[in-house]
């Protein structure tokens, strides 16, 4: 079954339409429950690619699915971790963390354990009741990975979630989320600058390459982790 699927895609930003295409005619398939890393140079489109996949952004050309789906907005079905973290700043970490399952109509008291129990192993114990400009980078940008991962969706895009973290936690995060991943086998698609977590992580890598050349390119990964 497929999780993801591009058919020749291409996409400029509509505010520089005589420049060239950012991403152009990329095919690209992702089976259900795979891994996927998604690396290449800086201004390479990939978190472009990302806000395609959510419906942020439409395509010029082609289409893509989502479960074998078109759809216009699919916003809702994946869970979505941008590089800006989009915490709330007039609610506590807390209630931004909590939020998707308060949306899902979980009660109270139940959301909020669930909530105090991923801080304290994400490290963050105690800062539930602080608010977000209260708490440095790498602190919210785990406050935010973990409001991704309570969406629950079966799809997770991740734009580069650990880069903010020193070395310790972000090895920390880095297998939680494969344990995680082991266990709920979601279609992860994770963008990182960094090889090694990349290889670390995923059972795919793909390489996006710049305009004109623009290519996705999967590169082949040991089978072993390392
Ligand atoms: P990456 O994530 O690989 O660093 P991006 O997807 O962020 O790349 O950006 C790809 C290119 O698109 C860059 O040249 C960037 O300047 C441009 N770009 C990104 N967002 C916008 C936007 N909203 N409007 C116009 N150009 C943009
Ligand atoms: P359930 O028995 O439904 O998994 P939980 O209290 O463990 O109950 O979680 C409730 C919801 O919160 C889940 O349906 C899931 O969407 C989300 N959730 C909780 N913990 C996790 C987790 N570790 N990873 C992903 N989603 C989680």
Redesign the pocket.
Known sequence: ELALQFKNVSFHYENEPGKMPILQNLHLSIKEGEFVSIIGPSGSGKSTLFKLITGLEQPTQGDIFLQNKLAFNRLGEVGYMPQQDLLLPWRTIAENAGL??EI?G?KKR?AHR?VLE?LEEFGLKGVEDKFPNELSGGMRQRVSFLRT????SRVLLLDEPFSALDAITRLTLQEWLLA?WEK?KETILFITHDVNEALFLSDRIFILTETPTCKLEEVSVPLERP
């Not at 991962?149 to 629950?152: E, H, N, P, T, V």
């Open positions: 998707p399952l899902k979980m139940e669930k991923l991962i309570l969406s629950g995680q709920r």
